[in-house]
């Protein structure tokens, strides 16, 4: 019986689980992505990503520097390569045990540890020297705080797009790749259910009582 009950109730518990994360959809001119967001291992800065999705900054923006086999990133420019304002920048949250692993999201900055704000990336390459190593300007490393959960066929496609030096930066589409809307979408996937408990045998009945 309490099999039974504990089966029961890791059924229950599974979509609680599955929708502790938030998803946010990119709408981008290339086909959708969505991310899943690790607020438990990263509070600061998915709290920090969802303020801007919620205010509208990514819409309209592009990714704007895009290198093969490295990342993709985006959240901080124009079409017209105008840097949009941002908020204050957070503290780095890249000691919390995620890699910078193929598809997952993380913080782009600049070269001070605690400089991120709006812009992100994707990585497209296992770039675990990204990581956190040791608090220090080179060893700081850059924060995950999320991953693709559909669209990473986008994301590759868009790392495939050629790219020039426009504006003095390097690395920048030539065919801009628009975000038309970044919103959170409700958690849809279906939770698989636990394995079914087969009920205990029937003992036999004692020999000695027949």
């Known amino acids: 019986m309490k099999k039974l009950l504990l089966a029961f109730a890791l059924v229950l518990a599974a979509p609680a689980a599955l929708a502790a994360n938030p998803l946010v959809r990119f709408t981008t ?3 959708d992505i969505d991310v899943e967001l690790f607020q438990d291992k990263a509070p600061k800065s998915v ?3 969802l303020a801007y999705v919620k ?20 959240g901080g420019f124009t079409p017209d ?5 941002t908020g204050k920048p957070i503290e780095n949250e890249a000691k919390n045990g995620l890699s910078n692993a193929i598809g997952t999201l993380a913080m782009a900055r600049t070269m001070d540890p605690h400089s991120a704000s709006a812009q992100f990336y994707v990585n497209v390459g296992e770039n675990v020297q990204l990581d956190y190593r040791e608090e220090s300007p080179r060893g700081w490393g850059y924060a995950v705080f999320g991953k693709v ?15 020039s030096m426009i504006n003095g ?3 920048v589409p030539v065919k801009p790749i628009i975000v038309k809307s970044a919103k959170q979408i409700p958690d849809t996937r279906v939770a698989k259910p636990a394995p ?3 009920p205990a045998p029937t003992p036999a009945a004692d020999p000695a009582k027949q």
């Not at 959960?149 to 050629?162: F, H, L, W």
Request: proline share 8%.
């Open 169 to 171: 930066m390097r690395d």
């Open 29 to 31: 001119n290339q086909g």
């Open 149 to 163: 959960i559909a669209g990473m066929d986008v994301v590759e496609k868009i790392a495939a797009e050629p790219t």
């Open 81 to 85: 390569m105008r840097e949009k304002p």
């Open 47 to 49: 709290a920090n990503f």
């Open 55 to 74: 205010k509208g900054h990514y819409n309209g923006t592009i990714f704007h520097r895009v290198i093969p086999g490295f990342v993709v990133q985006g």
């Open 196 to 198: 079914a408990v087969p």
